[in-house]
């Protein structure tokens, strides 16, 4: 992110986290309803545990990879395109900034 405006960069990094928090907490809604079904007696714990795990080596791990680079943008862009940030509430400067790569997402979304 050389090139870009320092302003824009605290953008980039507060909507990326914005983002991460949303796709995590999106990601953890089956395994809090895991959890419910284990409190009711629906799941015993060995299943809980092997879903906690699962979660873990899988979804848990996906979004984490996804926003651990320090360069936001994609992570960002495609969050924007799935809808799991509202574009509506994005600054314009930093939507612009990051219109070519949200177009993507959205063309990879539709194919």
Known sequence: MPDIPKRLKRLLREYAA?????????????????????????LDSFELNDLIHR????DSREVYVRYISRD??????????TGLID????????????????ELFEQTERS
């Open 55 to 58: 979660f873990h080596q899988g």
């Open 72 to 81: 936001h943008e994609p992570a960002l862009a495609h969050a924007i395109a």
């Open 18 to 42: 914005r983002a991460h928090e949303a796709e995590l907490h999106q990601a953890l809604v089956p395994l809090a309803e895991a959890f419910k079904r284990w409190e009711r007696g629906e």
């Open 87 to 102: 574009r509506t509430a994005m600054p314009g400067g930093l939507l612009d900034h990051l219109a070519r790569l949200i």
